[in-house]
Every structure is written in C-alpha cells, then in structure tokens.
C-alpha cells in the first residue's frame, strides 16, 4: 500500500479516492464558453448537493473507470457523483475484467481501445468519455448498437491543436529546426552552408492555405492563418458558414501553398493523400498533418518527399505510433515531427479533464452532455 501525494491510496495498482468533502471545482483559464461551462456545472452541483447526494443504488454511487491521469480538475468532480477506480495504462484483457464487474462510464484517453471486444463484456455501461477530440480509439458503431452513449471533448483541445499546427507551418517554412541545429554545431559564420540553406526560404504572408476538413480544428485554424496575412481557402464535405473560400478537393491541391490535413481517419479518408494526390500539389508546397495519420499514405509520401514534388512534410499523427527508429521521414531535414501531442497545453489538459468527467456528470444527472458523437442513442441527428 502507498500513501499518493494528493492523499489517496494505491494498493496493488489501484488508486483508491479518500472520502473528501465536496468543495467547488477548481476554475480553469478557459476560453468563455468553457467557462459558461463551467459556470453551469457548479450551479447544477450545488443544486445536487441540496438534493443531499445524486440517486444511488441502494446507497452505493455508480461506479466509473478512469484509464488514464486525469487532472485534478476532471478527478475531482468525478469523486462527488461516483465511485472512481483509476487504472492507467490499462491493458484490454485487464479493462475487459473490470468492466465485466459492472461499470456506468468510462473515461478514457486516446491511449484506450475500447474494443468491441470491451463492450461486449461491459455490464451496465451507459457512456464512454474521451479526453480527446479524436475517438478512432473507441468502437463507436458497436456501443451505438449498445445503446452506449460516446462524447468527446471540444474547447480548448481543438484551439491548441490549432495553434500547434500554425506552428508546425512557420518552423517548416523558415526551417527552424535546421536554423537551431547548425548554430548548435558552429557552423553560423560558414556562409557558403548559410546561404544554400536559407536563400529560397518563403515568406508565408500572401500565400495560401488549404484546410481539408473544416472541423472545430480547421475552424480555429482560419483566424490564425489569416493573422499572418494567408488567403484561406478549404475543403470538406458540405460548405460552411466560415470566413474562408469553399473549393473542390482538386482546386485545394493545385492552389495551396501549405496545406492543412485536420481530417477524422473514417473509410474515406483512409489513405486519402497517395502519391496520385501528392503529385497534383504545387511543386514546393507544404503539407502540415494533425489530423490522423493513416490519412497519408507515408511510403507515397517518402517517395514524393525523395522526388522534390512537395517542398516538405510536418507531421503530428503518423501510421503507425510511436514510429519505428528506421523510419524514412527520420532522414529528411524538410520534415517535422512530433509525438502526437498537438492537443497538448497546460491549458487544454486541464480542460479537457474536467469536460470528460463533466460528460459523464451531466449524464447522470439527465442532462445532454456536450460533444456527442453519437446522438442517435439519444434519438437525436
């Protein structure tokens, strides 16, 4: 048994919550909207707490499972609703276990499957919460066959991630990465190494940006690429009510100079960018990657990058994660790579915790929690 610094207890593994008294969530640095959230979770919480303690089970709160290291924030709110179990890390075979006791919800990270599998042996599951935005980690048609309900976290995840992949564009366009490594090298005062690196760098004020898919990712995206003085055009599905020029998918390609893939990985976009896709972008062109990796077919993109069709890569998601050490884009100075954490900021993290527990809270409590992905379990499109 070990005595955590926060005051609970782990034994053999499991993170036992101690009996606390239920206080007012800690605020977040929230855009408002996450505050009104947030706002509005406290009002129904102190409503709860004159109704004395949420409906129970013969005096027993439902139980909730918690697979990863959820902030205070999400934790805290979690303990005065439910019986809270932690298990980070959990393995599919140990979650299947678990859940098979009885569980109400599972709060999860992109690091869970929840597998058809997992659901299959779920007693009692009624909701499955990620703390992302992405939820390909989660069988959403079999818990919609279930009766499951799946939310997902949207607010300041999305506003980093956005942020993340401007930043993405700016050090692939004035080759930061390669800047740093060569003073660190001493190689600063070797003018003949300076200039050939540096004398085609391109000023991003002007030219355009193609988003492929206009999500909240690729919604965020528009004012910060217009801020650096960029046209914005986008493609996606259906027209959006957006500040940014709707084109068809081929325009996209030919015309973007950098283009932006903010694309969820369904049957469609599954290999959506090959070497055919790649060779109708501008010679030269960037393209920036936060959306999923199996989006890009990356032996194409090698052979692309090898060729010189594309002026260079920056990539968050990739096929297959963590990539391998011998990976062919570890050997381009033109690509960017970094380990899937575009959604990361003290910020979002701390946000992101408490609306994941907070989808679980307001469904206990009656209400319709935010971010649905599948609202026909609700009877709702």
Not at 161 to 166: D, F, N, P
Request: aromatic share 6%; with cysteine; proline share 4%.
């Amino acid at each position: 048994m070990n005595c955590l610094d926060d005051g609970r207890i782990a034994i053999r593994g499991r993170i036992i919550p101690i009996p606390r008294e239920a206080g007012s969530v800690v605020p977040v640095n929230a855009a408002p909207h996450d505050a009104l959230i947030m706002d509005e979770a406290r009002e129904e919480e102190a409503r709860a707490r004159d109704r004395n303690t949420p409906n129970t089970k013969h005096g027993q709160p439902p139980r909730v499972i918690v697979t990863y290291k959820i902030m205070k924030e999400g934790r805290e709110l979690l303990e005065k609703y439910f019986e809270v179990e932690y298990f980070p890390g959990i393995s599919e075979e140990e979650l299947i276990h678990e859940v098979s006791k009885g569980v109400y919800g599972l709060v999860v990270s992109l690091n869970t499957s929840v597998t058809s599998r997992v659901l299959e042996f779920a007693r009692g599951l009624k909701i499955i919460s990620t703390q992302s935005a992405g939820y390909d980690h989660i069988d959403v048609k079999k818990a919609t066959e279930l009766g499951i309900v799946v939310t997902r976290v949207v607010g300041l995840l999305q506003e980093t991630v956005a942020e993340h992949a401007v930043a993405l564009m700016l050090a692939l366009a004035r080759r930061i990465t390669l800047s740093d490594k060569i003073v660190r090298e001493g190689l600063w005062t070797d003018n003949q190494i300076i200039w050939s690196m540096f004398k085609d760098l391109p000023l991003m004020f002007g030219k355009t940006a193609g988003i492929l898919g206009m999500g909240e990712i690729g919604k965020r995206l528009i004012p910060k690429l217009k801020g650096l003085g960029m046209r914005v055009i986008y493609f996606s599905r259906s027209r959006r009510d957006v500040d940014a020029e709707y084109v068809s998918f081929n325009e996209l390609l030919r015309e973007s100079d950098v283009i932006f893939i903010t694309l969820p990985l369904t049957d469609e976009t599954r290999g959506l960018i090959d070497y055919e896709k790649l060779k109708m972008m501008k010679k030269g062109a960037y393209i920036v990657n936060i959306g999923r990796g199996e989006v890009i077919v990356e032996k194409d993109l090698v052979k692309a990058l090898k060729e010189g069709i594309i002026g260079g890569a920056a990539l968050d998601v990739f096929e297959k994660e963590p990539i391998n050490k011998d990976n062919e884009l570890l050997s381009f100075d033109n690509v960017i790579l970094t380990p899937h954490y575009a959604g990361t900021s003290r910020e979002a993290l701390r946000n992101s915790s408490y609306i994941a527990a907070k989808n679980v809270v307001d469904f206990y409590l009656g209400k319709v929690p935010l971010g649905i992905v599948n609202r026909e379990v609700l009877g709702q499109k």
